[in-house]
Nanobody, 123 residues
Framework: QVQLVESGGGLVQAGGSLSVSCAAS????????MGWFRQAPGKEREFVAS????????KYADAVNGRFTISRDNAKNTVYLQMRTLKPEDTAVYYC????????????????WGQGTQVTVSS
């Protein structure tokens, strides 16, 4: 069992930056590929970014590529999402997820999900 707890969300102006983190419980964090997803009101949950279990491979949604960076620290059981040049359309609840697999993954078939953290970008 893996428990995921996101933190770091908040309110930021358009053009600003924000970082969110996801802390995982357990001693097998390095066995999991990790992903970030987001869900805006009235919309489906969508893929944002994913990272392989080693951290060597990453994948981004087109909408955030070049603005967001996913990273992980296996010693700290934590995955990060650094967000820059934020836009109002980035406003959503951001979720982290864990998938017991070596490679990054863009689908929603993850094994564990966090409770989410709200990111709001004002115009």
């Amino acid at each position: 069992q893996v428990q995921l707890v996101e933190s770091g969300g908040g309110l930021v102006q358009a053009g600003g930056s924000l970082s969110v983190s996801c802390a995982a419980s357990g001693r097998t964090f390095s066995s999991y590929a990790m992903g970030w997803f987001r869900q805006a009101p009235g919309k489906e949950r969508e893929f944002v970014a994913s990272i392989s279990r080693s951290g060597s491979g990453t994948k981004y949604a087109d909408a955030v590529n070049g603005r967001f960076t996913i990273s992980r620290d296996n010693a700290k059981n934590t995955v990060y999402l650094q967000m820059r040049t934020l836009k109002p359309e980035d406003t959503a609840v951001y979720y982290c997820a864990a998938r017991r697999a070596p490679y990054y993954y863009i689908g929603v078939e993850y094994d564990y999900w966090g409770q989410g953290t709200q990111v709001t970008v004002s115009s």
